[in-house]
């Protein structure tokens, strides 16, 4: 079974685009669907057919391409369907603990709310040769996690739990580049974490030659996540409210 090939790619403001394609049975999923026409030009360059989307939750920044990339290429949306109709053009609803397979491998869906009521990820164990991925749409980000719009802070610790007790190489593709202003944060935070302080630096170099910090792995941040770090839902709940206002 050959590794599947990923594609991130920059959509909106900051937002990214991200595409699974595997070689073997040529299925080519877009994860969250920010800007139609960048998944089409994205898949075109590439030579790849796109035939499924898998959301993570409802917000518009990830649903928003659902409907024309469906028109125009007849594939199959799966999503979360805790909450009815949030999906637009949902074919196959999923929830923590299901699992699928695209081709041959298989994909496992987490339930991680928080940000959202009925937020799910989607990891791919063997997506790449000897590491995982995780496709963690607005869970986490780096060095961050994603705003409490629906969930409490007891939900989103659950979710960070879940996530850090995924294998350590673990690939976590998040949807936005929200790095340095995460960085800033986090160094309140925790000022005198050295392994966050020398993330930072690396992080501020690859934005400064116009690249990607995504993705992350799930040692990285162990290591240097406040959100990951955090004790307990108080203290998670705690920092949250700290970044909303900074």
Request: charged content about 20%; overall charge negative.
């Amino acid at each position: 079974m050959s590794s599947l090939e990923i594609a991130l790619f920059p959509c909106l403001s900051d937002n990214y685009g991200l595409l699974i394609h595997d070689r073997d049975s040529g299925e080519t999923a877009a994860i969250d669907t920010p800007e139609a026409a960048k998944i089409e030009a994205a898949c075109e360059a590439r030579g790849w057919k796109l035939s499924q989307i898998w959301n993570t939750h409802h917000h518009a920044d990830h649903t928003g391409g659902n409907i024309t990339l469906k028109q125009n290429h007849g594939l199959t949306i799966t999503g979360p369907d805790q909450i009815a109709g949030r999906i637009p053009g949902l074919d196959k609803g999923v929830s923590g603990g299901d699992s699928f397979l695209f081709g041959e491998h298989k994909v496992d869906v987490i339930f991680t709310p928080g940000h959202t009521q009925d937020h799910i990820i989607y990891y791919v164990a063997d997506a790449h040769k000897g590491a995982g991925a995780a496709f963690v749409g607005d869970t986490i980000f780096v060095l961050g996690c994603g705003r409490l719009f629906e969930g409490s802070p007891e939900d989103m610790f659950g979710s960070m739990a879940a996530i850090a007790k995924l294998p350590e190489s673990t690939k976590l593709y998040c949807a936005h580049e929200y790095t340095l202003s995460n960085a800033d944060f986090a160094i309140t935070v925790e000022p005198n974490n050295q392994d966050l302080l020398d993330y930072v630096a690396r992080a501020k170099a690859l934005r400064e030659l116009g690249k990607p910090t995504v993705p992350t792995t799930v040692a990285i941040e162990k290591l240097t996540n406040p959100f990951m770090r955090a004790k307990s839902a108080k203290r998670l709940g705690e920092i949250r409210a700290a970044k909303d206002s900074f």
